[in-house]
C-alpha cells in the first residue's frame, strides 16, 4: 500500500465515516479486528470491532447531527498515518450520560491511524475532550455536572 493509499483510507474514515454518517463504509476501509482507543471522558476508551465503530459513528451523529470534521494535515508514510483535524458540531441529543445542551463546540484532535493490508488496524485519538465539556456547559468549577 502506498502513502497516498494510506492517506485515502484516513480521509475516508472523517468523510465518509464522520461526516457522512455513511457507517457502511466501515465494512470497507476497517480491519475486522479494529481498534480504537479515545480519550477517557466522553468518548469510549476502547472500541474493537467494526461494529463498535459504527455504533460509535451513530451515537455521536445523533448526538452532534450536525457533526463535522476538517482534515486539517495528513502525515506520516508505511503504517502509520497521522491526521490532525478540528471539529464542530451541536449538542442535540444525549451523549454518553451527558444531556443535550443545545451548545456549540470546536475541537482539534490528532489521530494516528496503523494500517495493515490496505485497511485500518488501528486507530488512536487524542483530542480536548475538557475543552468540549466546557463549551458544551456541562462543567463546573467542581467537576462535570450530568443530568
Known amino acids: 500500500m502506498t502513502d497516498a493509499d494510506a492517506a485515502t483510507l484516513v480521509h475516508r ?10 457507517v457502511a463504509v466501515a465494512d470497507e476501509i476497517l480491519a475486522a479486528g479494529v481498534r ?3 480519550p477517557e471522558s ?5 472500541v474493537r470491532t467494526p461494529e463498535e ?22 502525515f506520516g508514510s508505511g503504517e502509520q498515518v497521522c491526521a490532525r483535524w478540528t471539529a464542530t458540531g451541536t ?3 444525549d451523549l454518553f450520560g451527558v444531556e443535550a445542551t443545545g451548545q456549540v ?3 482539534e484532535g490528532i489521530n494516528v491511524f496503523v494500517v495493515e493490508d490496505g485497511r485500518i488496524a488501528e486507530v488512536w485519538s487524542s483530542w480536548d ?3 468540549m465539556a466546557r463549551e458544551l456547559d456541562v ?6 455536572e450530568f443530568g
Open 13 to 22: 474514515w472523517f468523510e465518509e465515516l464522520f461526516n457522512g454518517a455513511d
Open 36 to 38: 480504537y482507543h479515545g
Open 42 to 46: 466522553l468518548s469510549p476508551t476502547d
Open 53 to 74: 465503530i459504527k455504533e460509535y459513528v451513530r451515537i455521536y451523529r445523533e448526538a452532534f447531527p450536525d457533526l463535522r470534521y476538517e482534515v486539517d494535515e495528513v
Open 91 to 93: 449538542h442535540r441529543s
Open 105 to 107: 463546540f470546536t475541537g
Open 129 to 131: 475532550t475538557l475543552g
Open 139 to 144: 462543567v463546573t468549577s467542581t467537576g462535570f
